[in-house]
């Protein structure tokens, strides 16, 4: 075709259209969908989870900047203003990672007037969020129900009389039911065990924590053992904890994996990575448009005792037959 | 309707574009609806037969991971049942929970979906409670019996191989969903371990063999109860499945292994779906495979879009490039075709622009020089035309020009008014402003102006003077050379004499100077003067050479008119004489007729004879003058009234006058001419003859008339002729005159017979006559009879006033 004026006026005509066409298509196309996630730990927290999580949103066809748009609001403290910050920037729907995290969003979705869906990954929603005109699922982290199994677990390591529970006094849906469950769970044993709270909120408090421990050495409430209550803020804090604890040669209960391979002697509890996992089936079903109240709540389907042999050794304490058997994760030295 | 006409009506309206076009959009049509046709086949044949195959293959991978789910739970189990003895030694009721407690555990580790392990003892009582997530426990003791199916309703026969059990979840505690598993030992004191199977772990395996991305999968019992489905909700709901194609497959369950269930099923979400399921008969539980009926056949519909898409699209582009094709084609055949049209009307200067480079731009480059060469041709003709109608124009001005020339040269026989016209058309056709003709003097060599144009006054008179002297060099060239002679410019030619200079200064640049020559003879010259410089076509010099001869002509004419006038006048002058000398019809006859036209011949003709009486007594006593006198009065009232009545004076002889009627020329009734004649000259007589009685003279006029044959002619020898009347008659008229008295008309018989009805005349009796043997009867004539009187004949004859009109004889 030779390149007449006429066949190049054509071929711009029918490109001007083309353009055009794919223009309309782009600017046309519906807005992705937009997913607030806020996560009670630092980036640098277990990273691990959030893989999970957006791993298995991209088994189910989601990836970020092409078919969804995933706002990330990290770290252990400000959820209410997080929460609303979410809100505000329109999101479709709010993941939530944590207890405090979700009783944020709740209270913004409500402050906004506008009950988007929220996908928890906390304990049993217990408090008014529960209402039927808020619009909650997702996995119950059965973290406070697994307490028993923890004392057991620790139990069988020794003897342990009196086991320090170390409480976020900041989220009181977390630790006082943590302790109601310890107190419950004692009275199946055939020896008085007591709980010396200790309560800490930030790093000052950890260390003043473990001085209080220390000081109580030689004493009948020096607590033999730990027990680290499921909050997300000792998720935050693992190593710190850890730290204090080897120092006193105090065998330690923490309820997630990595908790374990950071060095916490014992760690039983709710898979998270797997409930990370579960999330991103719940935020699929929600964006395809079914209802909270079609998607059931669910409770842990994986529950992982972890076991750190280096700490145990470090401790100076065994590790019975009927741990190392049912362990999952075992962290060798 | 011309042939023109005929021949554009026979052009056809050309529906190339639409043939082309649709032959086209035909072809492609037909090739894409037989593809998609193809694809609707196929997806018939095949496409439906590899959804089938799919979903079976996905329901019976489903039916066998499930079953070995399960299968491989129970494997596990049997850690349970570990022998009771350690080494050789039999363990005792602790020891051997202790270690049933670890296989328990261990099993949590290598199945998580076990939440919880029961050891029972064959009576259904717990020996042994080991949990995931609570205090594990010895020896309660609690019986199971009641609350779980054994026995009885078949599902849980102790000693009867592994059973399975769906348990409903658990609402109040939130628990999950779960499946009852009771294995029995081998051997009744090993007991019964019912492990507790959280049901959602399933999900993972139901999830990953679902078909397509929407595809669902269940697993149910055999009341419709989910076990597992890839939609968790339905298991942690506790649904049961109850559409019509799932009862359908629940009842026949046991007979097929996999099967596909025909058409399209509504399922229990209300969904369009094609379904298969397959049986696991050991735990009688069925395993559904749905996928969507949208998406399954999304495909074929993609196909169908697609072909319809392509169908739409290859519609588009082949309308598009046919179009474009066809108007390639199209366009260039309607350029041409205007191109045609426009040189068909006339307009050769048009070129068809055409770039197909093909043979179309042949055709157009052919249909260009066609037009061209026609173009070229016409040109060509029409210049032709025009140089032949401008030949012509210029040769009928030149031919109307000389046609005047001619008439004028021929209409006037006067030099100067020809000689005039000449000029002015010898300037006029040759384009230039001024002209003269030139006259040679041959005796003394010299050219003098005759006619001038387009000169002034002043250059006239110089030029003439300067003529005088010498003879002007061009003209004199000419003269010599007997040719025209050019001056292209005189500017260039200084030095040629006064005239030369006179006419440059006169602002005349070209001459063009033609001799005018008759015969040998140079007679003059003509000349034109342009103030443009420059030569002359031989067209106008031959014009001019032309002009030239006619100006000879004219030349010549003139001068052969003068020659010719003045010999008439001589002519005339002799002829006057010669009338005065002879008789009048003598003289007209031999001019007439030269002198044989009065060769003698005999005629019948009539004399009058006159005669004076007293005349011979009267001329001896009178003088001659006197007599000379009388007789010219005499004479000058008798020959008017001869000539007037067409009679011919034969001779005067003194007093005598014989006149003679019919002869020479003939006249109409001679004889009463000669009567009339005679009367009227008696008449006239008598008055003379007062007038003479007066002057004492007695003259009286005798007057004969007489008639016969005579030989009328040329009498006499060469140097004098005359002519007479030979004959009896004359000699008898002689002697009857001769008897006449004063006053007295004689005749004869043959007279007064020929004049009976006009005059009375009586017999006067025969007398003798001398000369004449016998007497001859004499009449008189004495009058005209009062009838006829005054009826004069004219005889045309006389060139005189011979009227019957009193003659002027008396102012004489």
């Known amino acids: 075709v030779a390149l007449t004026p006429k066949t190049m006026a054509a071929a711009a005509v029918l490109a001007i259209v083309l353009i055009a066409n794919l223009l309309t298509a782009v600017l046309s196309r519906p807005p992705l969908p937009h997913i607030g996630v806020i996560l009670p730990h630092s980036p640098a927290v277990d990273p691990d989870y959030k893989e999970a999580f957006v791993k298995a949103l991209g088994e189910l066809g989601y990836e970020h900047g092409k078919s969804i748009k995933i706002t990330w609001s990290e770290g252990p403290h400000g959820f209410p203003g997080r929460a609303e910050k979410l809100e505000e920037m329109g999101v479709q729907l709010m993941v939530v990672a944590s207890t405090p995290a979700r009783e944020a969003a709740c209270e913004a979705t409500i402050k906004a007037g506008r009950p988007i869906p929220i996908v928890i990954m906390t304990i049993a929603v217990i408090d008014k969020c529960a209402d039927g005109k808020y619009r909650v699922t997702g996995s119950t982290l059965e973290a406070v129900e697994l307490v028993g199994e923890q004392l057991e677990l620790l139990q069988a390591v020794g003897k342990f009389d009196v086991v320090g529970v170390l409480i976020n006094p900041d989220t009181p849906r977390v630790g006082p039911r943590y302790l109601a469950g310890l107190m419950v769970a004692s009275s199946a044993y055939p020896f008085p065990i007591s709980f010396p709270e200790y309560h800490a909120r930030s790093d000052e408090d950890i260390k003043a924590v473990f001085a209080k421990i220390k000081a109580q050495d030689g004493t009948a409430e020096r607590p033999k053992a730990l027990m680290v209550s499921p909050d997300g803020l000792y998720r935050e804090k693992a190593e710190r904890i850890i730290k204090h604890a080897l120092e006193l040669k105090l065998p330690t209960m923490f309820s997630t994996a990595n908790q374990a391979k950071k060095g916490g002697l014992l760690a039983y509890g709710q898979s998270y990575p797997e409930a990370y996992r579960r999330a991103a089936f719940f935020v699929d079903g929600l964006l395809k448009g079914r209802e909270p109240k079609d998607l059931p709540f669910e409770g842990p389907s994986q529950i992982t005792l972890a076991v750190n042999q280096k700490t145990a050794q470090t401790i100076g304490v065994p590790i019975p037959l009927e741990i190392a058997v049912r362990a999952n994760e075992i962290f060798p030295p | ?812």
């Not at chain 2, 000398?581 to 003598?586: K, M, Q, S, T, V």
Request: aromatic share 6%; glycine share 8%; net charge neutral.
């Open chain 2, 1 to 812: 309707m011309n042939l023109l006409d005929r021949a554009r009506a026979a052009i056809p309206q050309s529906p190339i574009l639409r043939k082309y076009l649709l032959s086209i959009v035909l072809i492609a049509c037909f090739g894409v609806l037989a593809n998609g046709a193809h694809e609707w086949w196929s997806f018939n044949n095949v496409h439906r037969q590899n959804l089938e195959a799919a979903r079976k293959e996905a329901v019976r991978v489903a039916a066998e991971r499930v079953a070995d789910y399960i299968d491989n739970i129970q494997s596990q189990a049997q850690w349970t049942f570990l022998p009771l003895v350690r080494g050789d030694e039999q363990l005792g009721g602790q020891d051997w929970l202790r270690q049933s407690r670890l296989a328990a555990l261990r099993l949590f580790r290598e199945s998580p979906a076990v939440r919880k392990v029961y050891r029972l003892n064959a009576n259904a009582r717990e020996q042994l409670f080991v949990s995931q997530t609570g205090k594990d426990e010895y020896g309660s003791g609690a019986d199971w019996r009641a609350k779980w199916p054994f026995s009885d309703s078949g599902g849980f026969a102790i000693g009867n191989g592994p059973r399975s059990h769906l348990q409903p979840r658990n609402q109040h505690s939130g628990s999950n969903p779960f499946l009852l598993v009771a294995l029995a030992g081998s051997s009744p004191e090993l007991g019964i371990t019912v492990l507790e199977v959280d049901l959602r772990l399933l999900w993972d395996i139901v999830r990953t063999t679902k078909v397509g991305r929407s595809g669902r999968t269940h697993v149910i019992s055999n009341d419709g109860a989910v076990i597992a489905s890839n939609e968790m909700a339905k298991v942690l709901n506790g649904e049961k499945l109850k559409s019509d194609y799932v009862r359908n497959a629940l009842d026949h369950r046991t007979a097929t292994k996999i099967a596909t269930v025909p058409g399209v099923q509504t399922n229990d979400d209300k969904e369009q779906v094609l379904a298969a399921y397959a049986h696991i008969p050991k735990h009688d539980w069925l395993v559904l495979v749905e996928v969507l009926a949208s998406e399954a056949y999304a495909p074929f519909y993609a196909a169908m879009w697609n072909t319809a898409a392509l169908v739409l699209g290859t519609l588009a582009l082949v309308a598009f490039v046919g179009t474009q094709m066809a108007r390639r084609l199209v366009g260039p055949i309607s350029a041409l075709t205007a191109g045609a049209d426009r040189i068909g009307n006339g307009d050769y200067g048009h070129r068809i622009s055409l770039d197909t480079r093909d043979e179309l731009q042949t055709l157009a480059a052919h249909f260009n020089v066609m037009a061209a060469r026609i173009g070229h041709a016409q040109a060509e003709s029409d210049r032709i035309v025009a140089e032949r109608t401008r030949e012509l124009a210029t040769l009928v001005t030149e031919l109307r020009a000389l046609n005047e020339v001619s008439k004028a040269v021929n209409s006037s026989l006067e030099r100067h008014g020809v000689l005039n016209t000449i000029l002015e058309k010898a300037v006029e056709l040759s384009g230039t402003e001024a002209g003269a003709i030139y006259e040679f003097d041959e005796a003394s060599q010299r050219f003098s102006f005759v006619e001038t144009q387009g000169m002034d006054q002043q250059l006239t008179e110089l030029m003439s003077q300067e003529l005088i002297g010498t003879s002007p060099k061009y003209v004199a060239e000419a003269a010599q050379s007997r040719k025209p002679r050019v001056v292209g410019d005189l500017e260039l030619e200084r030095g040629r004499g006064p005239v030369a200079e006179l006419l440059r200064e006169a602002g005349f640049r070209a001459l063009l100077i033609v001799p005018i020559i008759h015969g040998e003879r140079v007679l003059g010259a003509i000349a034109v003067r342009r103030r443009q410089p420059g030569g002359f076509p031989q067209q106008v010099i031959d014009l001019l050479e032309t002009l030239a001869g006619q100006s000879a002509l004219a030349l010549q004419n003139a001068s052969l008119y003068e020659e010719l006038r003045q010999r008439k006048g001589r002519l005339e002058q002799a002829i006057t004489l010669l009338e005065a000398l002879l008789p009048r019809d003598i003289v007209s006859i031999v001019l007439e007729h030269g002198i044989d036209g009065l060769k003698p011949q005999r005629r019948e003709v009539t004399l009058v004879f006159f005669d004076l009486r007293n005349y011979t007594a009267m001329s001896r006593a009178l003088e001659p003058e006197e007599i000379a006198e009388a007789l010219r009065d005499y004479h000058a009232a008798l020959v008017p009234l001869i000539f007037g009545y067409g009679g011919t004076i034969e001779r005067f002889t003194g007093d005598g006058v014989l006149v003679i009627f019919n002869a020479p020329r003939p006249v109409e009734a001679p004889a009463e001419q000669a009567v009339r004649l005679a009367l009227e000259a008696r008449s006239a007589a008598q008055r003379l003859s007062a007038g003479w009685r007066g002057r004492g003279y007695e003259l009286e006029l005798g007057i004969a008339i007489d008639q016969d044959h005579a030989t009328c002619g040329l009498i006499g020898s060469e140097g004098r002729f005359d002519y007479a009347a030979i004959g009896n008659v004359t000699n008898r008229g002689s002697r009857l005159c001769a008897e006449a008295k004063g006053g007295q008309i004689l005749t004869t018989m043959r007279v007064v017979s020929a004049v009976r009805e006009l005059a009375e005349a009586h017999s006067l009796g025969k007398r003798d006559l001398k000369g004449f043997s016998h007497p001859v009867e004499v009449f008189e004539v004495l009058a005209l009879k009062p009838g006829a009187a005054r009826t004069a004949v004219a005889n045309g004859l006389g060139s005189g006033g011979a009227k019957d009109s009193p003659l002027p004889i008396a102012s004489a």
